[in-house]
């Protein structure tokens, strides 16, 4: 038994007030991809370590426009921040830096955790594809209020990029996030001469 639609019983004003309702659902899906949409940064380069990357941009982020060098910890970083009226959404955090050891995202997080004495539970894992392969794991803070997104991209000769990205009882925003920012990590052959140079 099929179920029969009979233009002729409307009236031309109802075939347009569904027409106007059917636009209008189409018109807010829209809108709302869209500002959901995580836009980027141009790529910020490293340029010793032929490193290029972007942190998200506008909509409330705030962020540095440079690398800039931690002596206490030998490392690079780059970071942004989502400011959501005077509370912060979400924080991103790029690292460079030499590593002695060889650890996955999961280990790293829980190393982490021990230190500074909290509990995470690793609740997803995977790896993404692009220039460098970059495996990432998340991790919960009991409790639920905080989510922490770890990639580790291993770029050769004990040298790693490190991405972060930590949101505050929104798992789903720093998923978005991560994936968007850790797909523009690009590399770039390292000129001889250019090592000799300064970043």
Excluded: C
């Amino acid at each position: 038994m099929g179920i029969k639609f009979d233009i002729r019983k409307y009236s031309a004003a109802e075939i347009a007030l569904l027409v106007i309702f059917a636009l209008g659902l189409l018109l807010a899906s829209v809108v709302v991809r869209h500002r959901n949409k995580i836009r980027l940064s141009g790529p910020i380069e490293l340029k010793l370590a032929g490193l290029g990357v972007s942190l998200p941009a506008g909509g409330g982020w705030q962020g540095l426009a440079e690398w800039k060098y931690n002596p206490s910890k030998d490392m690079f970083f780059l970071m942004g921040q989502l400011n959501v009226g005077t509370q912060v959404g979400a924080i991103v955090q790029w690292r460079y830096m030499a590593v002695s050891e060889r650890l996955r995202p999961e280990e790293q997080l829980s190393k982490e955790a021990r230190a500074r004495e909290i509990e995470v539970e690793i609740v997803d894992a995977g790896q993404i594809g692009g220039d460098v392969v970059m495996e990432w794991a998340q991790a919960e803070l009991r409790g639920g209020l905080e989510d922490i997104f770890l990639g580790i991209a291993h770029l050769g000769q004990g040298q790693i990029a490190e991405l972060e990205v930590v949101t505050f009882a929104d798992p789903e925003l720093g998923r978005r996030i991560f994936q968007a920012v850790a797909r523009s990590l690009k590399l770039r052959p390292i000129d001889v001469l250019e090592k000799g140079g300064r970043v």
